[in-house]
């Protein structure tokens, strides 16, 4: 669900969301279609009803203000419905499509992996980009760290992938490839956003509502895009630059930023701060309706979008769909959502933006021609058609089903001689056999990953444990954290093994087991429950995590001893590189 708490309108990707979830209802026919959510602070799969998604969505698209009263208040109804309605419980077999994004949700992977064991049911996560791997340096560290995680959950989890580009699909493909997964081609299907952003229902505001703005028709150029260093802010606004030093600054048109503020943006401000004639030239808007950005592309000279990196490039699309000229870069996936009716440039290069964009300004034929080029040959089509296409897609995998069966991720395996941490991933790169420990946590009786590790719910967590024999007698040690305030009590099961003790408020403690020999493969199963005090109070804790070595190991012993003694454990990490090299931290 979009985090309306911190921003009405919605992003690019939540507009897909909300526009195929409705083409997939205007298609009708015998599928049962229903929505489903997380929200912050319930771990739970929520039901979202269709008309109050529907009222949400209509209310987020008019444009104002995210601290406007009434729509304050319709997001505390919403959040307090979804807070009290009961767990949504998938049919029996179901898909779950995600079509939006959930790499910030910690806990994700585990309520799938639930559902698939409980329900049955195929994951298919619909891939929009896979941008904070491939271009790290556009995005926040936490941003690339979470979305890690959600990588690695997604190619343990999915049964099938849908994604937006052949590029995306590369990406898709590549980043496989690096972690070490097999992923059939066969199984993604490439859904393009070639659709109509336009809403006919809407009321056209007139040519003179761009007096709010200080605009006239045809006096700008329109880029729609998040603030962010990724979309190529900087690149045209040294285009404009240059512009005006080669025409002066009334020959040039005013180029119409519209969007919210991203990440990594203060360099985008900085430029406009230091250049007075440029921020004359520079008009930043956001927080805009529907009716409002329709009036700028409909009035807009052309339009620009100069991103380095995309998954698809929605604003494109749309100014297709408006019957503008899109001058873009040629990075990515640009070149399929502009087809051959955008204007292309490399990407990053201030002089062929400019050149580009110089003569689209000037050479009125040379723009009118590829107007005209882009009213004969552009047919952007329904969403109703784009969610048609998601459920052919879905057939076919069901038919490749019937011979496969469904994903589920089977228990991680415990290396001898390793730390297995159960802590939020902290790495901004990737490499083969790249795991996170939460994949051993086996029933929903845990929080999220955090940097000290899993909090047990009041209920108890289990962790599942496969080894790979024949193996010698083994001694797993995990460590406990307690709360950072208050004492708590523990216990700890493990087949006949009971243990017991207490944590004083953000005390560690190590808890061992010995594990006998074993001839073959084999699970072990333990269970670390949080007990009542003596007031009958309940307090749960921390596992940070496990380590695993032979009983008769002098050196793995000494060398965990040494890893807690100089505070890194991460050098004996389970999931680290083979060759030894410890991931960047």
């Known amino acids: 669900m979009q985090d309306y708490a911190n921003a009405r309108l919605p992003t690019g990707i939540q507009r897909v969301q909300i526009e195929t979830i409705e083409g997939a209802l205007a298609r009708g026919g015998d599928r049962d279609i229903r929505l489903c959510c997380f929200i912050d602070g319930r771990d739970d799969w929520l039901e979202l009803p269709v008309e109050r998604m529907r009222a949400i969505a209509r209310l987020s698209t008019s444009g104002g203000d995210r601290f406007d009263p009434a729509w304050l208040e319709a997001v505390a109804g919403l959040r307090l419905f979804l807070s009290l309605t009961d767990p949504f419980e998938f049919p029996q077999g179901a898909s779950l499509i995600n079509l939006g994004t959930s790499w910030w949700l910690q806990n994700y992977f585990l309520y799938v992996r639930h559902a698939k064991a409980t329900r049955g049911i195929r994951y298919i996560p619909f891939v929009h980009d896979m941008i904070p791997i491939m271009a790290p340096e556009h995005c926040t560290r936490g941003l690339t760290q979470d979305f890690i995680s959600w990588v690695i959950g ?52 007139p040519a003179q509502a761009l007096d709010q703005w200080k605009l006239a028709p045809g006096g700008f150029v329109l880029f729609v895009s998040t603030i962010e ?232 967590g289990e962790l599942l444990l496969r080894l790979e024999g024949p193996h010698p007698p083994l001694r797993a040690l995990f460590q406990l954290t307690g709360d950072d305030h208050v004492q708590s009590f523990w216990s700890f099961e493990y087949g006949s093994i009971l243990l017991k003790g207490d944590l004083h408020a953000d005390e560690s403690k190590w808890i061992a087991i010995e594990i ?34 032979g009983t008769d190991d002098v050196s793995a012993r000494q060398d965990f001893l040494e890893a807690i003694t100089l505070n890194r454990l991460d050098s004996l990490n389970a999931f680290g590189e083979d060759d030894g090299a410890r991931p960047t931290r």
């Open 229 to 460: 260093s990724r979309k190529g802010h900087m690149v045209a606004f040294e285009t404009w630059a240059e512009l005006i030093r080669r025409h002066g600054a009334d020959a040039v048109p005013q180029l119409v930023c519209v969007g919210n503020r991203g990440w990594l943006n203060d360099r985008i401000y900085a430029r406009l701060a230091e250049d007075e004639l440029l921020a004359s030239k520079v008009s930043m808007l956001s927080r805009l309706s529907d009716e409002e950005l329709g009036l700028l592309y409909r009035n807009a000279l052309f339009t620009v979008y100069p991103s380095l990196y995309e998954g698809w490039g929605l604003p494109v699309t749309e100014s297709l769909c408006y019957g503008k000229v899109p001058l873009v870069s040629d990075a990515a996936s640009l070149p399929e959502a502009g087809g051959p009716f955008a204007v292309y440039v490399e990407a990053g290069s201030v002089a062929a933006l400019t050149d580009a964009a110089e003569k689209l300004i000037l050479d009125a034929d040379h723009r009118a021609a590829t107007e005209a080029r882009i009213a004969a040959g552009f047919r952007p089509r329904a969403w109703s058609d784009l969610a048609g296409q998601i459920a052919d897609e879905l057939d076919r995998f069901a038919g490749r089903d019937a011979g496969q069966g469904i994903v589920v991720p089977p228990p991680l395996t415990a290396r001898v001689g390793r730390w297995h941490p159960l802590t939020r991933n902290e790495s901004i790169r990737i490499w083969t056999g790249m795991r996170t420990g939460e994949g051993f946590r086996s029933n929903l009786g845990w929080h999220w990953p955090e940097n000290r590790g899993c909090r047990v719910r009041r209920e108890g």
């Open 154 to 205: 997604v190619f343990d989890h999915a049964d099938h992938f849908l994604v937006n580009s052949q590029a995306t699909r590369r990406d898709l493909l590549t980043v496989a490839e690096t972690l070490g997964h097999h992923l059939d081609p066969d199984d993604i299907a490439v859904v393009p956003l070639d659709t109509d952003f336009r809403k006919p229902a809407l009321a056209e505001l």
């Open 516 to 549: 006998p020999a074993a001839d073959a493969s084999h699970d072990v199963p333990v269970r670390i429950a949080p007990l009542a005090a003596g007031d009958g109070a309940i307090v749960t804790f921390f596992v940070a995590g496990f380590f695993l070595h």
